[in-house]
């Protein structure tokens, strides 16, 4: 079975940027679409960016909307990250999750099947 792991993750100032990973493990990998979710203590999960593994739109949560670019290397079967102009609201605990059938809204945790351990981001105002 897919096994996601995140990584990366790390403490930066605001303003500054950091780039977190998702790999995933085992056999070459497929899947509908790929998507990062972020959680806050104390907050519910939130979407942050989708993107298709087989194509090329991506999407965003309106929080990181023009910060975040979420981009993936399928022969490294591993989707990235890239955060800019990071704000203390973007501290949070960073998940990876696969969408295996395309059923579903893209931004409803429900949607995926498969979610990494999460890599905490840190930033410091």
């Known amino acids: 079975q897919v096994q996601l792991v995140e990584s990366g993750g790390g403490l930066v100032q605001t303003g500054g940027s950091l780039r977190i990973s998702c790999a995933a493990s085992?056999?070459?990998?497929?899947?509908?679409?790929m998507a990062w979710f972020r959680q806050a203590p104390g907050t519910e999960r939130e979407f942050v960016a989708n993107?298709?593994?087989?194509?090329?739109?991506?999407y965003y949560g309106n929080s990181v909307k023009g910060r975040f670019t979420i981009s993936k290397d399928k022969v490294k079967n591993t989707v990235y990250l890239q955060m800019n102009s990071l704000k203390p609201e973007d501290t949070a605990v960073y998940y990876c999750?696969?969408?295996?059938?395309?059923?579903?809204?893209?931004?409803?945790?429900?949607?995926?099947?498969?979610w990494g351990q999460g890599t905490q981001v840190r930033v410091s105002s």
């Open positions: 085992g056999h070459p990998f497929n899947c509908y679409a």
């Open positions: 993107v298709r593994w087989n194509g090329n739109n991506t």
């Open positions: 999750a696969a969408d295996l059938t395309g059923w579903g809204l893209m931004e409803q945790e429900s949607t995926y099947y498969t």
